[in-house]
């Protein structure tokens, strides 16, 4: 297990943006083996929190698929992040399944 409120977890994919609006608040998972998941905060408006999270993404070569206002999952390589947000308590958790 792994679990840190100072740094994302060491699987982490590297080349996926995170603007610096969302502040890492823990990161949880299997080091190994199990899926990963990541919850940040943000402050600010959610809807530009959302957009700004899907455009940087895009922009790293990730593709979406929006699949609700506060849902979007990202592809890229054969990987996978899911993102949910949360707008009342300005959080956003990211799930990354366990690699195949």
Known sequence: EFS???RLHPRFPGD???PRIFRL???YGGLRHGAVTVRFRFQGDP???VHDLIEAG???GWS???KAPHRVSFHKSGRTIDAWFGFPGHALVLDLPEPR
């Open 16 to 18: 996926f943006p995170l």
């Open 25 to 27: 608040e823990y990161t």
């Open 58 to 60: 895009r922009s790293a």
């Open 47 to 49: 809807v530009d929190a």
């Open 64 to 66: 979406t698929d929006i």
């Open 4 to 6: 840190s409120t100072t």
